[in-house]
């Protein structure tokens, strides 16, 4: 795609925005299928956006780590021995070699390839016969540190200097969520999936309720109250939706012993969406949560987690809860990854435009504000 028909997508995305949601459509097809339009998001969004990578209770003891890529750079996040979280880069010093990879334990960050080694501060303690070339100094050699905060029990990371705190950027979202008391939430499992779909594809299909009596009419599509969900307009940093459930699950409502959520909040589900790939199903009794990355076009690298707020944790039925909330999720899963990859093959038809959104798809309205407002004109 050259400069022009670049510009001429994101043209369209914007006009597309500039409609009011009375009138609003869904994005132009060239969004999920442009190999430009996703450098464009490379450089303007994963570049410099706050992004979550799990949460923090998975690292749980000094030297525990986990990797990821923002953009094209990987990262390492650990507890160093004063169980802090650091996080940098995960390139060595030396050759350029990727450090770690996946998760686990260390004592010190050692490269593969040669064994030159990092302290938890990203100091290099050692590189193997280095000291036969007289311009090496080890001192001078130290991994750059990338930003790392914890909020509300996740781990962020930006490659963002000037960016605000993760606390300031998503102020707005803590007040709104306050009562469910999620940073107390234990996650219970972990997995990692690769879909065959457009990151935005995927999140915009959590970002909306308007499938789940379709797409879900096996798992939690007849529990859901399409008339009663309220859509209000999201902010800067994120959008959301609320969903009162007569559970199909005990788990979906709240535990008798908590006496943080009253009244109907004690069946309300909150779906989040923080900008630009961390969504999260937050319930009274359990939570789930994606968090994306793109591989291409036409693939998403999904982190993909949950488990049960205190209460059920300390219930004499967790475990049954935990396989319950599994087998469920594993189900609802199994039906979105049919209907985004469907989403992604027809996106491609020579014959594919957008189509209106419903009242209750408001999320994707203001994710495309979102991205339009971030991108711009190559």
């Not at 990692?192 to 599509?221: C, Q």
Request: contains cysteine; hydrophobic residues 40%; aromatic residues 10%.
């Amino acid at each position: 795609m050259d400069n022009a028909a670049l510009n001429k997508l994101i043209n369209a995305l914007r006009d597309g925005c500039d409609r009011p949601f009375s009138d609003a459509r869904s994005m132009p097809p060239g969004v999920y299928t442009s190999a430009d339009f996703l450098a464009l998001e490379e450089q303007h969004i994963f570049g410099r956006e706050w992004q979550c990578l799990g949460r923090a209770s998975a690292l749980k003891a000094p030297g525990d780590y986990l990797t990821a890529r923002i953009g094209a750079q990987p990262v390492v996040v650990l507890r160093d021995e004063h169980m802090q979280l650091k996080a940098m880069s995960n390139v060595c010093l030396h050759r350029m070699s990727v450090l770690l990879e996946g998760r686990g334990n260390v004592r010190r960050v050692i490269c593969p390839y040669h064994g030159w080694n990092y302290a938890f501060d990203g100091a290099l303690k050692g590189a193997p016969m280095m000291d036969r070339q007289e311009g090496f100094c080890k001192e001078h050699y130290r991994l750059p540190a990338v930003r790392c905060e914890e909020w509300q029990g996740w781990i962020y990371v930006t490659l963002d200097a000037a960016a605000p705190s993760v606390r300031e950027h998503l102020a707005g979202l803590t007040t709104l969520i306050e009562p469910y008391g999620m940073s107390d939430y234990v996650e219970t499992f972990y997995e990692e999936h690769v879909w065959d779909t457009n990151w935005k594809i995927l999140a915009e299909n959590f970002m909306e309720s308007y499938h789940l009596p379709m797409l879900h009419r096996a798992t939690v599509g007849p529990h859901s109250k399409l008339e009663e969900m309220e859509c209000p307009p999201g902010q800067a940093a994120f959008n959301y939706h609320w969903i009162t459930k007569e559970a199909s699950l005990p788990i979906g409502n709240a535990h008798p012993d908590n006496t943080r959520l009253t009244g109907h909040w004690r069946k309300t589900t909150a779906l989040l969406a923080i900008y630009p790939t961390h969504l999260v199903t937050l319930t009274p009794g359990y939570f789930w949560y994606l968090a994306l990355q793109p591989q291409g076009v036409g693939q998403v690298h999904i982190r993909f987690g949950g488990g049960l707020a205190p209460e059920f944790i300390s219930d004499t039925e967790a475990n049954t809860h935990m396989v319950t909330l599994k087998k469920l999720l594993d189900e609802v899963n199994a039906e979105d990854r049919r209907g985004v990859e469907a989403v992604f093959r027809g996106v491609h038809a020579p014959l594919a435009k957008p189509g209106h959104l419903s009242h209750l798809e408001r999320p994707n309205y203001d994710f495309a504000r979102y991205l339009a407002g971030k991108l711009q004109s190559h």
